[in-house]
C-alpha cells in the first residue's frame, strides 16, 4: 500500500478531494509541495497515487484524450463517462508490457447527474462510491467516514469531516503527511480550499484560546 494518500467525499451537491503533498523515494523525504489532485476538465479531477511516472504520465494521457473528446463532440464526459474511459485504459494496460502502478479517485459534477464520486483501484477496478480513500492513511478514515457522512452533507461538513480525517492520519500514522491540499467540485466548477496542515489546526486552536479568553472577560465585566 502506497505511503501517500488521497481522499474524497460526496455531498449533497458538491464533491471534494484531498490528497497529501509529499513525495518520497522508498524512505527518502524529497519534497513536500506536489500536488497529487489533476485537472480533467471545468467539472471533473482526478486525485492519483502509486509510482512517480506512472501516475503523471496516465493522469496527463487521461486529461488529453477528455479534452481532444470535448474538441471532437463539443461538450465533455460526463464524470461516469471519464470514469469509464480512466478504468478501462487503466485495464487494456495492465494486459500489456506498459502497465500503470495507478490508484485514483475521480470526482465531478454533472448538471443531469449532480456530484460524482469513483473509486478506481490499481488493476482497473471501477465503482461510484460516496466517500473512498488510497493509501496508508486512508486506513484510519473509513470509521470516520461512516460516522459523520449523510447524503444531505453540505459543503463545510464534508471540508470538516476531511479535517478530522487529516488529524487523525497525523495523530496515528508514522509517516509524517504534513500539509494535505483541498479541491471541491460543484456546480460553479473546480476550486481548491484551504490547506489543511498543523499550521490551521493552531490557527484554529488560537481563534477558540481567544474567544474563550473573550467570553470569560465578558462573564467577569457584567458581575
Not at 482526478?46 to 488529453?64: C, H, N, P, S, V
Not at 485504459?89 to 475521480?106: C, E, G, H, K
Amino acid at each position: 500500500m502506497a505511503m501517500e494518500t488521497i481522499l474524497g467525499i460526496k455531498g449533497e451537491d458538491c464533491v471534494m478531494l484531498a490528497c497529501d503533498t509529499m513525495q518520497a523515494k522508498s524512505v527518502i523525504f524529497m519534497r513536500d509541495d506536489q500536488s497529487k489532485i489533476h485537472r480533467l476538465s471545468d467539472f471533473a479531477i482526478l486525485a492519483a497515487i502509486g509510482d512517480g511516472g506512472d501516475t503523471l504520465q496516465f493522469t496527463d494521457y487521461i486529461a488529453k484524450h477528455l479534452k481532444l473528446y470535448n474538441i471532437s463532440n463539443g461538450y465533455h464526459l460526463s464524470p461516469r463517462g471519464a470514469a469509464h474511459f480512466t478504468r478501462k485504459n487503466l485495464a487494456d494496460y495492465i494486459r500489456t508490457n506498459t502497465r500503470y502502478q495507478v490508484s485514483m479517485l475521480l470526482a465531478g459534477y454533472d448538471s443531469v447527474e449532480g456530484p460524482d464520486l469513483h473509486f478506481i483501484d490499481s488493476y482497473g477496478a471501477a465503482m461510484p462510491i460516496n466517500h473512498a480513500g488510497h493509501g496508508l492513511g486512508s486506513l484510519f478514515c473509513g470509521s470516520i467516514f461512516q460516522r459523520y457522512w449523510t447524503h444531505e452533507l453540505k459543503q463545510k461538513q464534508a471540508y470538516n469531516i476531511l479535517r478530522m480525517c487529516v488529524a487523525e492520519i497525523q495523530k496515528r500514522l508514522v509517516i509524517n503527511l504534513r500539509n494535505f491540499d483541498v479541491f471541491v467540485v460543484n456546480r460553479n466548477g473546480t476550486s481548491q480550499l484551504e490547506s489543511i496542515n498543523p499550521a490551521s489546526f493552531d490557527a484554529d486552536m488560537l481563534c477558540l484560546s481567544l474567544s474563550t479568553s473573550i467570553q470569560n472577560y465578558n462573564t467577569k465585566s457584567l458581575k
